[in-house]
């Protein structure tokens, strides 16, 4: 098993529609989550982090924790064209060593 | 936040060669990183660059090969020694400011290198 999971796609959403990706991870004991998301031939771009369990609001992206179900999530509403990018879920696990594993990444394509 | 700087930004190498990366932040941090990333794959950690000691390796990848450097709170070079086909990728610098309790990581332009 993984330990950090994502379907890698392509998720492909008309433009305009909520885009929901999601990302489970298997050390239970895991402090931190981020979002980041990766333009072709571009470097990671931080979008958003929770540490809690529940929904952290930011402009048109939810991210969502359930620690209890090891899964997080991050929604997209009113997904633009300009959103088509591979989203990587990072987690920071239970040892100290402050490294974050990142999943495989899920490629959006927002369609017109 | 952080902003990184890495040069160089992309480069074709000889096999049998080395390479160094440089990676600058505009402030001082707590934790820099090198990934890896091949094409269409997601990154992966190749060591943690520890001010004024010896880097931590992941499994997989060794001193000999990637040996690392980090003199200061702001700066870090990676080398990619006697490289060859494999070893062409993108190169990230990765930093994680520390401050205010939170962990957050930003990323470096990236060094895409092709070896022949």
């Known amino acids: 098993q993984k330990e950090v999971e994502q379907n890698s796609g392509p998720l492909s959403v008309p433009e305009g529609a909520i885009a929901s990706l999601n990302c489970t991870y298997s050390d239970r004991g895991s402090q931190s989550f981020f979002w980041y998301r990766q333009y072709s031939g571009k470097s990671p771009e931080l979008i958003m982090f929770?540490?809690?369990?529940g929904d952290k609001e930011d402009g048109r992206f939810t991210a969502q924790l359930n620690k209890a179900s090891q899964y997080v999530s991050l929604l997209i509403r009113d997904s633009q064209p300009s959103d088509s990018a591979t989203y990587l879920c990072a987690v920071r696990g239970s040892s100290n060593t402050g490294k974050l594993i990142f999943g495989q990444g899920t490629t959006l394509q927002v369609k017109p | 936040s952080a902003v990184i700087s890495q040069k160089p930004s992309r480069d074709i190498c000889q096999r049998g060669t080395s390479l160094t990366i440089q990676c600058q932040v505009d402030?001082?941090?707590?934790?820099m990183f090198w990934y890896r990333q091949q094409p269409g794959q997601s990154l992966t950690l190749i060591a943690t660059a520890n001010q004024g000691s010896e880097a931590t390796y992941e499994s997989g990848f060794v001193i000999d090969k990637f040996p690392i450097s980090r003199p200061n709170l702001t700066f870090s070079t990676l080398t990619v020694s006697n490289m060859s086909p494999e070893d062409s990728s993108i190169y990230l610098c990765s930093a994680r400011p520390g401050s205010g309790g939170t962990d957050t990581q930003y990323f470096g332009p990236g060094t895409r290198l092709t070896v022949l």
């Open positions: 402030s001082q941090v707590t934790m």
């Open positions: 929770i540490y809690s369990n």
